[in-house]
């Protein structure tokens, strides 16, 4: 192996390992917030590109649907005005669909929307419902594990969906930049890494500095007491989820043009994300992010010695992050 | 009648005549053995996996590769299937089972995936996506079960043995122990569970059941390929477990039968409706899952289960486990902590608290809210291990012991907030403190080789429960205890546990005025036969009508100790505590 390779391949680690990171952090932050383990970003990761390339191809995508569907049953689910916000969002992204089949550049601005609108609707109309049927305190654990089933339960639907909006082709949208920075590092690939660090820092700052931040670690600590200090629970989930969301749409529109877009390859993304995000326990923001970034390397290497393989060793990588997990933790949690 | 199960061996007489349905019935009896290992993962234990048709896929693999490669008998692939599937379980298990709930089957969708990759690339291995053809016929005394009728016999009849050997699992230490972690680990590992090891055997044992599915899927078809051991795969059999009703024997088999049923009429049915190619069938799973969890989070049996005769549950009439005799003269010291120190960041919960019990004695340990009472009170049953001091049970250090290994040499607790399991009777929530003095392993269980010990543990909860005065309510349910019944209940699984050394944290709390007289005398007469009582509380009237002694904690420190009347009398108490309660 000479030079140009491995610079080759230190320039695809970070990049792939960026993108792993933001999926990461926006799992972890899902996590802190809600408990949920969202298995499903993958998709909806994929939806925002799919989506984009089916409305510069002039067609309303089936994800639209999805949403207003979902956004229907939101708005079922909430009494009274706050139903005004799954209709009035749902009847403005459908407004938006319609702009975007006229106006190109509308379509990225309504990829985006409707993956956040459709995330957010997600947490409302599927996991919303148990946290509030599960007894406060109790049978945390049980309760987790539920959200776990629902999660690999939607996953599983969404991608099923995928298949049957987008087809199984691959699709390449066209890149926002072109060109190459240097041999090997597109344009494209510099505004992701760009996009990265903006990202991490930005969730950084908002955890660390701003009072709203805190008040969404400090419901997912307890509802109750959230709720005491007059931060609806509710609010903090759709908050979490829709900054997830936002993540996962921005991530997968600026990747698409490197490494296409299809139905099926947000899943395998997303669990390179959460690879990284046990690295960090689940909890540490920045070791998850690392993480990422040791996920990315290791995929880059493996692939170039056992490239048939590659995506099956990556979870070797658990094994050490699972035992040291294991070596400081006790047996028994209350 | 659980031997009623066997009855399922009529089926294919029944079905004889029509191949496709013989075909579904091995499909529905492989699917109940993925599903039925569920159970024992989610239904008792609290966890789940998503890689139950990897480990099946670990197996058929096995046993095809065997069959092909040696020429050796199947059964000898089954004995190798099982081996691999049970340390590929072994390894996953040992690096999450003592970690939070999450790890485990998370770790188990990135297992599964990869090794679903790997059956898919490894193609000199595993023949690839074509996979491995002709195995051979499994034969069973000398007739071969090549026929979908004849391996009908073999699969149901496997099916039938393991729900026999899980409602043994269900009805004993082992199966009460696994709920109890479901619920609450800490509770359980108070009464010598070891949450870690306990949740690993649970793995192994689903990751057997699975493999032995997987090899007699293997020998069915005669014919492996990755696609049936697909992530997909997996979750389709926690769907079937949870459409059904993952909490039961018999509804995980309906989920199983329901499902197999409705899978190739999904097939060929959503594909005509919707007009497109497409995997909708995995959609409908993905929805139906969710749709069962948001609106029947207990599945689908439990409504039948309504309609079914309720099962009339026995008082065991054996002879209780003998009681340790408590050994010692009165007045020595049982428990002694010495400096205790705990810290939560930067709040000093408990600061250098030194105290000691006696035995025979009750002594309360009060201050007002927020003295580090409760934190005491795990740093001595080893809930949490304390950052500094020592603490000694009959003279033996257990400082930083586990709860698990601190309860069998004769400490039990209760808890602030009873924790008792509601999915219990009342006699099996008592029945749960006799873990420690029971020892029927996994397999003794399976084989219901443990009714005897059972019998003898069940009597020993009923004799608690009537030293309470619960006999009459002992085969209810707990959930529908009142508060005062459910504190009751903690002290009748105590005095089931045979600890000698009675921790009660808040016994009084929720109790009306004349409970809380009954629980007084109840004490008193415990203290009395030789047990020694250390009680937490906040109710004045209580403690210094009860207690002995009284040590008064204030900001994490020891302020006070003595008789309720000298302590009345200190003035730095007053200041703390009485003063604010007079004044209030």
Not at chain 1, 34 to 39: A, D, E, P, S, W
Not at chain 2, 42 to 46: N, P
Not at chain 2, 348 to 351: D, F, G, M, S, T
Not at chain 2, 422 to 425: D, G
């Given at each position: 192996m000479d030079a140009t390779i491995l610079g080759l391949l230190f320039l695809d680690a970070l990049q792939n390992g960026v993108v792993y990171g933001l999926l990461a952090l926006a799992m972890v932050l899902v996590f802190a917030v809600?408990?949920?383990?969202?298995?499903p970003i993958g998709e909806l990761m994929m939806f925002a590109p799919l989506s984009l390339v089916w409305l510069q191809g002039g067609k309303l995508p089936g994800t639209l649907w999805l949403a207003l569907a979902l956004g229907v049953a939101w708005a079922l689910l909430t009494r009274g005005r706050g139903a005004l916000l799954p209709l009035l969002g749902g009847a403005g992204l459908f407004l938006l669909f319609l702009l975007a089949l006229k106006a190109p550049p509308v379509a990225y601005l309504a990829a985006l929307l409707l993956v956040v609108y459709l995330g957010v609707a997600t947490y409302r109309v599927f996991f919303q419902p148990m946290r509030a049927a599960s007894p406060e305190g109790e049978h945390r654990g049980a309760t987790v594990l539920a959200y776990l089933i629902m999660a690999v339960g939607l996953h599983v639907a969404y991608q099923g969906l995928g298949l049957v909006f987008f087809g199984p082709e691959q699709f390449r949208p066209a890149p926002l930049v072109e060109g190459e920075a240097l041999v090997g590092l597109s344009w494209q690939g510099v505004l992701v890494l760009l996009f990265a660090l903006a990202a991490a820092g930005g969730l950084y700052l908002f955890f660390r500095l701003s009072l709203y931040g805190k008040a969404l670690l400090a419901a997912a600590e307890s509802r109750l007491g959230a709720r005491l200090c007059g931060i609806r629970p509710e609010e903090a989930g759709m908050v979490a989820f829709a900054i997830a969301s936002l993540m996962a749409a921005l991530s997968g529109l600026l990747l698409a043009p490197l490494i296409n877009a299809a139905y099926f390859m947000g899943f395998m993304l997303g669990l390179k994300g959460f690879v990284a995000a046990i690295l960090g326990g689940l909890l540490s923001y920045p070791v998850a992010f690392l993480g990422a970034l040791l996920v990315g390397l290791f995929e880059s290497f493996t692939s170039f010695y056992a490239s048939a393989y590659k995506e099956a060793l990556v979870f070797l990588l658990l094994v050490p992050a699972l035992l040291v997990q294991s070596l400081r933790a006790r047996a028994v949690e209350e | 009648m659980r031997y009623g199960w066997f009855l399922l061996l009529l089926l294919p007489l029944a079905l004889s005549p029509f191949p496709f349905y013989l075909t579904l019935l091995n499909f529905f009896a492989l699917s109940g053995l993925v599903a039925l290992s569920l159970y024992v993962l989610?239904?008792?234990?609290?966890m789940t996996s998503f890689a139950q048709a990897a480990f099946m896929g670990v197996a058929a693999y096995a046993t095809a590769l065997l069959a092909k490669g040696t020429g050796l008998s199947p059964w000898a692939g089954l004995l190798l299937g099982l081996l691999l599937t049970l340390a590929f379980a072994l390894v996953l298990g040992l690096l999450t089972v003592r970690l939070k709930g999450h790890f485990l089957p998370l770790s188990t969708i990135a297992w599964q995936v990869a090794l679903y990759i790997l059956a898919g690339n490894l193609v000199g291995l595993t023949g690839g996506h074509t996979g491995l053809t002709d195995l051979p016929a499994l034969v069973l005394l000398g007739l071969p079960l090549d026929t979908p009728f004849r391996y009908a016999f073999l699969s149901l009849f496997l099916l039938a043995l393991l729900v026999l050997a899980l409602y043994n699992l269900r009805e004993s230490r082992l199966g009460r122990a696994l709920l109890a972690l479901r619920g609450d680990a800490l509770t359980a590992a108070s009464f010598g569970v070891d949450p870690a090891a306990l949740r690993l055997k649970a793995f192994l044992l689903a990751g057997g059941i699975a493999g032995l599915a997987g090899f007699l899927y293997a020998h069915f078809l005669r014919f492996v390929n990755p696609t049936p051991f697909s992530l997909e795969a997996s979750i389709k059999y926690l769907v079937m477990a949870v459409a059904g009703g993952v909490g039961t024997i018999p509804g995980v088999l309906l989920g199983a039968a329901l499902f197999t049923g409705l899978e190739d009429w999904l097939k060929d049915l959503l594909p005509l409706l919707l007009g497109r190619q497409g995997n909708y069938e995995t959609v409908a799973y993905g929805l139906v899952l969710a749709g069962i969890l948001l609106l029947a989070p207990k599945g689908v049996y439990p409504f039948l289960a309504r309609f079914s005769p309720k099962g009339e549950g026995r008082l065991s009439k054996a002879e209780p486990l003998p009681l340790p005799t408590p050994s010692g003269t009165p007045g020595e010291v049982v428990l002694e902590a010495q400096g205790l120190k705990k810290a939560f960041g930067g709040l000093?919960?408990?600061?250098g608290v030194s105290f000691a019990l006696r035995r025979g004695e009750i002594l309360a340990l009060i201050g007002p809210n927020g003295a580090g009472k409760s934190t005491t009170f795990h740093l001595v049953t080893g809930a949490i291990p304390p950052d500094g001091g020592r603490v000694f049970l009959f003279g033996r250090e257990i400082t930083g012991l586990p709860p698990h290994r601190i309860h069998p040499l004769g400490l039990g607790r209760t808890f602030q907030h009873p924790h008792i399991f509601?999915?219990?009777?009342v006699l099996e929530n008592a029945a749960l403190a006799t873990y420690a003095r029971t020892r029927a392993g996994f397999l003794r269980v399976l084989f219901g080789l443990h009714r005897e010990e059972e019998a003898r543990a069940l009597a020993t909860a009923y004799q608690a429960l009537k030293r309470v005065g619960l006999e009459d309510l002992?085969?209810?349910?707990?959930?529908?205890?009142t508060a005062g019944q459910q504190r009751l209940l903690e002290i009748a699984r105590l005095l089931a546990s045979g600890a000698e050394i009675l921790l009660l944290d808040e016994p009084g709390a929720g109790l009306r005025a004349g409970e809380k007289r009954e629980l007084a005398h109840l004490l008193k007469a415990l203290a009395r036969e030789g047990y020694t009582v250390l009680l937490v509380d906040h109710d004045m009237d209580l403690v210094m009508g009860l207690a002995d002694r009284v040590v008064v904690m204030n900001y994490g420190e020891k302020i006070a100790e003595g008789t309720p009347k000298e302590v009345q009398r200190n003035p730095l108490v007053r200041a703390a505590y009485l003063g604010e309660v007079e004044a209030a």
């Open positions: 809600t408990r949920v383990i969202l298995v | 989610t239904g008792l234990g609290g000093l919960a408990v600061n509601p999915e219990m009777t002992a085969l209810e349910a707990a959930s529908r205890l």
